[in-house]
């Protein structure tokens, strides 16, 4: 068994726009709210709800509700700030400082 020593450097990051590419909410686009890199996963706003019952409790009334499950990472494209489509993501060094760019336009993501 191996173990991890470093987290991955991925391509989605908190608050990125970013498209789904597979799955029943293929290509929606939406931010993103949490990732979890140890999972590979990410919550994204508004996409992937599913349905939760809640036990009624002292204060809450309980009942069924919609939440947000975790989306798998290689089902997520960054959408190019710049054209507003999906795009991959590349890195390149700027200042000594390992930066994202978009590989359709090129341009560094903040």
Do not use: C, W, Y
Not at 18 to 40: C, L, T
């Amino acid at each position: 068994m191996s173990v991890k020593r470093f987290a991955p450097k991925l391509h989605i990051k908190k608050g990125d726009k970013v498209k789904v590419i597979a799955g029943s909410d293929r290509g929606s686009v939406g931010e993103v709210k949490v990732v979890f890199p140890s999972e590979n996963k990410a919550i994204v706003d508004g996409l992937n709800m599913k349905t939760k019952h809640i036990k009624p409790v002292n204060d809450n009334p309980g009942g069924i509700n919609q939440i947000e499950a975790p989306i798998h990472l290689s089902n997520l494209m960054l959408v190019d700030p710049k054209s507003g489509q999906a795009t991959r993501t590349g890195r390149k060094e700027v200042d000594g400082k390992s930066k994202r760019f978009s590989k359709k336009s090129g341009e560094i993501i903040k």
